[in-house]
């Protein structure tokens, strides 16, 4: 039996390629006819970086994007003011990839599904869901699957979950409104983030954000309900702006909305399914990615009880990446310049983990800054033969790791990875005694240990 993906955003093609990858049946249907074609979430956080490089597509989307512009303020009195978003953050041997990096999620979706289709992957696009029986699937095709697993990853109005009636609690802000569009124009240099505030030089009333590896910049206009009021607008607080084209437009309305379950039996929820965001701080995709890449490495295991961790994992994290979002978007309306700042560490994702969760253990009397449950970082070692090792270059794939600093590697069942690291220790893993790491497929470390039959135990129940 296949495993069904619904939906072909970014949070439903990493679903797919990480069931592709595993050589795991599955079909992946998407309602539109075609992919997305809007900028709406451009922002990929350093977390979800580290992710697209484990999915061996980071290079693809370091060349198609750039780092954050610095913001341009057009005061009312005709001054310009820079400033930037957040410092640029230098990479150091734990964090090679240490700032937000811009890409439209146009472009996002495309190179996903370009790596999916050159790993032999198909969408069927033009393909919805109308009907859900346990994970017998009826689609509009007439087709009628018999699924093993569902997934929804359909958006923020999944049919898949109103299906399950699963609630989806929170609040829809009628008054807070924005209109958003991808235009091309002329009269402003790419340089910058362009923001023209309101009388009282506080709330904003016009931005202009140039799309990286394009030659379209994205719109925002909190007081337009439709093109027509956007150009007046611009021709009001921009004379100097000619917009030349507007191509895909959105009328945003807050909606701050989770679910109270990412699991029913068979059928799990994902991405923006799961849990819809403000776009202040860029959590939003970022977010539904990671749910993919924690789900589908226990898809493809089948496992019941490895599968019940997903909601216990991710449905925490939801909850509070949605605080911090929903934080800023508040902020947003009150103190805009204040809320466009992107320096709170928290945003990078990097310090989310599971620590304290079913998959978490850490049996050494004295853990150190790293345990358990985090996320496992980069490091510059040096193997038994004192050639170098990069950490992430051991990682990279769909296995298990067990990274072995300064001790030898018990026999471990199942694919597990093993990497010598000799007596090099690092600072990147806090470890000053011979220890073993054990690291998960989606790189975050489920076991910690002096003892290697703590691994062996650790492995044998999990799989």
Known sequence: MTILIAGAGPTGLTAAIELQRRHVPYRIVEASSHPFEGSRGKGLQPRTLE???????????????????????HRPDGTLTDWRMDEVHEPTPAVPYPNGWMVPQWRTGELLAEHLTGLGGRIEYGTAVTGLRGTTVELSTGETVEARYVVGADGGRSTIRRLL????????????TMFIADVRLTGLPRDAWHMWPGPDGRTQQLALCPLPGTDVWQLFAPLATSEAEMRAVVARLAPEVTLTHVGWTSQFRANIRMVDRYRVDNVFLAGDAAHIHSPAGGQGLNTGIQ????????????????????EAERLPIAAHVLGISTKLHHRQFAAPEEAMRRDDPVLRQLGL????????????????????????????????????????????????????FGTPAPAVPGEVHVVDIGGHTDASYDITEPTLVLVRPDNYIGCVTHDPADVTAYVKNLL
Do not use: M, Q
């Open 353 to 404: 983990g599971y620590r304290g969760g079913p998959l978490a253990a850490d049996h050494r009397p004295r853990p150190g800054e790293v345990r358990a449950g985090d996320r496992a970082p980069d490091a510059l070692c040096h193997d038994t033969s004192g050639a170098p090792v990069r950490i992430f270059d051991a990682l990279r794939g769909p296995h298990w790791t067990l990274l072995c």
């Open 165 to 176: 009636g699963v609630g989806f609690a929170g609040e829809t802000y009628d008054t807070h």
């Open 291 to 310: 749910d993919a890449y924690n789900l589908g490495w226990k898809l493809a295991a089948g496992n019941d009880a490895l599968l019940d961790t997903y």
């Open 51 to 73: 992710v697209l490089d484990d999915l061996g597509v980071l290079d693809r989307f370091l060349a198609a994007g750039a780092l954050y512009p610095p913001l341009r303020i």
